[in-house]
């Protein structure tokens, strides 16, 4: 199977065949950004590996984060300046090997008189931030006067305002962070499949040598030989442990994370902000993303289970409060909320008591008595050193079992990820557009595509139809549907519309107009017939309305000043 239909329907039944087949040297559990920088890191090392995720690829946390790649300039209040040293190379990394999903944004960071963090603390901050990045961030940071800062920002509160630093960090496309680590690891020979869910650990000496697993979209169960799993299951990696040991003491301390989505117009910035929220004083970002914002993130302690977070009504309301002190004019109320998410962080149980704002965000791993061996912590940015790191420890295992040459270590930091191979992206923009594709349509494309929007471009001009917009007035076409079904496997109606691409999240009717006639489309590419059509259609509508679930409790608050 030639490797560009290998990440597509064919390629997930090719992989289920292979892995229940034969052993792997590694198995990953998970299909977020943690389980899929492993994988990448393995296989380019030259381990057989397979990786099974029980949901979509990214369906978990990694696409629920605020989509930042950055140093972490609040980690800085913790003096946790190991992390930021090592996020902010990682940031430099991903933008030199993924320049089409990771980009550079500039933020405003407005100082008031009288706030718990006063200008000269944000002063100083940006210059440690500069000086951790070894002044190798996209630009270094600038203070702002008062009047240069409103002249940035005509919306910002104008009362007590001292100034404002602009400083550097970069945004992505978190989903599709995770989709290219994958389709990286896949060419570089790795077997995976999405929808896979392990419901058992094979443990035949009490040794963990494979998993049970159950196909999520036919039902059937299988085996799966591992020489080494790996639990890479984020949030969910304290479950895992317990399927090995029911004793096993927890790693995470998980937080609850919102963000809601606005119209940008309502804010009308330009920039990214981080403000404090004046709530609670709490580091916050309202953050650009085409013609939307989002505003995040809350982080409280919630005991909810992952597969059952969502935003609550006082989870919105805060937000819209926090945004509202700083942008007096938007005056957003949550009727004004085009949509919104909520993941949980991962993050290492700490060993004294902290508020949930100072747990660490440092990764962990730890291996169980049967030789498990779990991932904990970490973030988006870090991925490819937690990559790394576990692939280290899997390798020396390998070794220690059968004694062959420990590999040495893969070029993670410099081989470009799939559709990375991209000089610059206006060229690249200016090469749809010769090609008669509109201007907004061919941006939206390169972003989301980088060098691989040729591809999409090529579908175009053999069939026109395929130009089209989804949905009238934006910029995704039914391109995108053909590609994500046959090349980055989209499974269900789900994973294109929330996922490949996001009409879920900035359409105001989240997406629902496209999902009969997408669902025509995949049924024709994926062979459905018109029960499951219809179920997928259902299914999909069952999301959006518990996507709205949070109006109820707001249904109380008529104003949020
Ligand atoms: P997940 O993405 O949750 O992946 C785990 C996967 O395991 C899931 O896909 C799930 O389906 C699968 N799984 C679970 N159980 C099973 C099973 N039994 N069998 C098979 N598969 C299974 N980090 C940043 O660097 N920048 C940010 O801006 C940022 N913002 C954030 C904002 C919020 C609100 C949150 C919550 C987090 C944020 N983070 C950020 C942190 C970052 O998003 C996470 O650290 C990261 O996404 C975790 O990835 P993961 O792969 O470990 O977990």
Redo the contacts with the bound molecule.
């Keep these: 199977m030639g490797a560009e239909t290998s990440f597509s329907h064919r390629g997930r039944a090719a992989a289920l065949a292979k892995l229940t087949d034969a052993p792997v040297d590694l198995l990953v559990?998970?299909?977020?950004?943690?389980?899929?920088a492993i994988a990448r890191d393995a296989a380019l090392r030259g381990l057989s590996v397979g990786l099974?995720?029980?949901?979509?690829?990214?369906?978990?946390?990694?696409?629920?984060?605020?989509?930042?790649?950055?140093g972490?300039l609040r980690y800085l209040e913790h003096g946790d300046f190991r992390l930021v040293f090592e996020?902010s190379r990682e940031r430099r990394v991903l933008l030199n090997i993924a320049p089409h999903l990771v980009r550079p944004l500039p933020f405003l960071f407005p100082a008031y008189r009288g706030s718990r963090v006063p200008g000269w603390k944000i002063f100083a901050a940006l210059w440690l931030y500069d000086l951790l990045a070894s002044f190798r961030n996209v630009h270094t940071h600038k203070w702002l006067s008062r009047k240069a800062a409103r002249r940035m920002e005509p919306g910002l509160r104008e009362k007590g305002l001292t100034g404002a630093g602009l400083y550097w960090d970069a945004q992505t496309d978190?989903a599709r962070l995770?989709l290219a680590n994958l389709r990286a690891a896949v060419l570089a020979g790795a077997h995976v499949a999405n929808y896979?869910?392990?419901?058992a650990l094979s443990k035949p000496d009490g040794t963990v040598k494979g998993v049970a697993?159950q196909d999520q979209l036919t039902g059937q169960t299988a085996t799966i030989q591992g020489k080494v799993v790996v639990n890479?299951?984020?949030?969910?990696v304290d479950?895992?442990r317990r399927m090995d040991d029911p004793n096993a003491p927890a790693l995470l301390r998980p937080?609850?994370?919102?963000?809601v989505v606005v119209p940008r117009s309502r804010i009308g910035h330009t920039n990214a902000i981080t403000l404090l929220s004046p709530v609670d004083g709490r580091v916050m970002f309202v953050l650009p993303w085409d013609d939307v914002s989002y505003i995040?993130?809350?982080?409280t302690d919630d005991s909810v289970s992952?597969d059952e977070v969502r935003a609550s009504g006082d989870d919105v309301i805060y937000l819209l409060r926090s945004a509202n002190a700083l942008f007096p004019q938007a005056r957003l109320a949550p009727k004004d909320v085009i949509s919104t998410w909520?993941?949980?962080?991962?993050l290492l149980a700490p060993e004294k008591s902290a508020t949930p704002a100072q747990v660490s965000?440092e990764h962990r791993i730890v291996e169980s008595a049967s030789g498990l061996m779990t991932?904990a912590?970490?973030?988006?940015?870090?991925?490819r050193v937690m990559g790394r790191d576990v692939v280290d420890r899997v390798a020396q295992k390998l070794h220690d079992a059968d004694g062959r040459p420990v590999p040495p270590r893969a070029a993670t930091d410099h081989l470009v990820l799939p559709g990375g191979d991209i000089a610059d992206l206006e060229v690249m923009v200016e090469s749809a557009r010769a090609r008669d594709i509109a201007e907004p349509v061919a941006r939206h494309l390169v972003h989301a595509y980088g060098s691989e929007s040729a591809a999409l471009v090529n579908l175009i001009e053999r069939d026109r139809t395929l130009g089209r917009p989804i949905l009238d007035g934006r910029p995704e076409v039914w391109a995108e549907v053909v590609h994500a079904v046959e090349r980055e496997m989209a499974m269900r109606l789900s994973d294109v519309l929330i996922r490949r691409t996001h009409l879920f999240y900035e359409d105001p009717a989240h997406g629902s107009a496209a999902a009969p006639p997408v669902a025509r489309r995949m049924a024709d590419l994926l062979g459905w017939d018109r029960t499951q059509e219809t179920e997928e259609i259902a299914d999909y509508l069952t999301e959006v309305q518990r996507a709205r679930e949070f109006m109820t409790g707001v249904a109380r608050a008529s104003r949020v000043s």
Excluded: M, Q
Aim: hydrophobic content about 30%; cysteine-free.
């Design positions: 559990i998970g299909g977020g950004i943690t389980g899929a099974v995720g029980k949901g979509d690829f990214g369906g978990g946390t990694s696409s629920h984060s605020s989509r930042l790649i950055h972490g996020a978190d995770t896979v869910e392990v419901t697993v890479a299951t984020g949030p969910w479950g895992l937080t609850k994370g919102v963000h995040g993130t809350t982080d992952p909520a993941g949980l962080r991962p965000r991932i912590g970490g973030k988006l940015t870090t991925h």
